[in-house]
C-alpha cells in the first residue's frame, strides 16, 4: 500500500522524474506537474499531504502557487525547491508560509529527512478517523450512520461523512469555507459558490441534532467558515 501522496511541481523533466522515483522507492505515492496552471491545479484539488514547489516555473511562478495554497488550504505542507544563492527566493518563500526549503543540487537522502519531518509536524498527515464523538451518541463514518444513546439512527451521505471528518480531524481551528471546497470536494473554491458549504452544514447540524444556527459542535466563525468542538464522551 503506498504511503501519503506528494506533489512535485518541477518544470525540469530529469528532476523532476528523479525525485518521484526516489519518492516512490521511499514508499510515498507521487504525483507530477510541470508547469505553474499545472501545478496550481494539482495543488487545489489533489489528495496530497506535501507539496515539493519549485519557484520557477513556465505558465506561472512558485510563489503565485504558493500564495494559492496557503489562501485554500492553510495547513498543507510546502517545500520549496531553489538554486543555490537565492536566499532572497528563499527568505521571500518561507515569509509567505513555505514550511521548508531545499537548495538545488540535493541529495535523496537530505530530501526525504525535510519531508518527513515537516509531515511529522504537519495538521493534515492522514489521520484515520473512523468514529466520532457527538452529544448523546457517535457518528460512524466507517458505516456511514450517526447512532444516538436513545436508539434512533440517521444515514450520512459520503459527502456528509467526509466533511464530519474533516472537521473533527482539524478541532478547534476556525476552517474557511474555501478550504472546505479545496480538501473535501477537491475542486478549486474559486469556481464554486461556497454557499454550498452552508447548505450540508445545516443539512449536518439536523441529522447530529446540533440545533441553533451556531450549533454545538460545529461552530459557524463569523467571517471565517466552521469549527468543530469536540464534546464529552456521552458514553
Not at 79 to 100: F, P, Y
Not at 116 to 141: K, N
Not at 157 to 168: D, F, I, Q, V
Request: a neutral charge.
Amino acid at each position: 500500500m503506498a504511503g501519503p501522496r506528494i506533489l512535485v511541481i518541477e518544470d525540469d523533466a530529469a528532476i523532476r522524474r528523479g525525485i518521484a522515483d526516489a519518492l516512490a522507492f521511499a514508499g510515498y505515492e507521487p504525483l507530477q506537474a510541470a508547469t505553474g496552471p499545472e501545478g496550481l491545479a494539482a495543488a487545489a484539488r489533489a489528495d496530497c499531504a506535501l507539496v515539493l514547489l519549485d519557484l520557477v516555473l513556465p505558465g506561472g511562478d512558485g510563489f503565485h502557487i504558493l500564495a494559492e495554497v496557503r489562501r485554500s488550504r492553510p495547513t498543507l505542507p510546502v517545500i520549496i525547491l531553489t538554486a543555490k544563492g537565492e536566499e532572497a527566493d528563499r527568505v521571500r518563500g518561507l515569509t509567505m508560509g513555505a514550511d521548508d526549503y531545499v537548495v538545488k543540487p540535493f541529495s535523496v537522502k537530505e530530501l526525504l529527512a525535510r519531508i518527513q519531518a515537516v509531515l511529522r509536524r504537519s495538521p493534515e498527515r492522514p489521520t484515520d478517523i473512523a468514529e466520532v464523538p457527538i452529544p448523546c451518541g457517535v457518528a460512524d463514518l466507517a458505516r456511514g450512520e450517526i447512532r444516538f444513546d436513545d436508539g434512533a439512527r440517521a444515514a450520512l451521505s459520503p459527502r456528509e461523512a467526509e466533511l464530519l471528518r474533516y472537521l473533527a480531524a482539524n478541532a478547534g481551528r476556525a476552517i474557511a469555507r474555501e478550504e472546505i471546497l479545496a480538501r473535501v470536494w477537491r475542486i478549486d473554491p474559486r469556481n464554486v459558490e461556497t454557499r454550498t458549504i452552508d447548505m450540508h452544514v445545516t443539512r449536518l447540524r439536523e441529522k447530529l441534532r446540533d440545533a441553533g444556527e451556531d450549533g454545538a459542535v460545529i461552530l459557524t466563525v463569523r467571517g471565517k467558515g466552521y469549527m468543530w468542538r469536540a464534546p464529552e464522551p456521552s458514553r
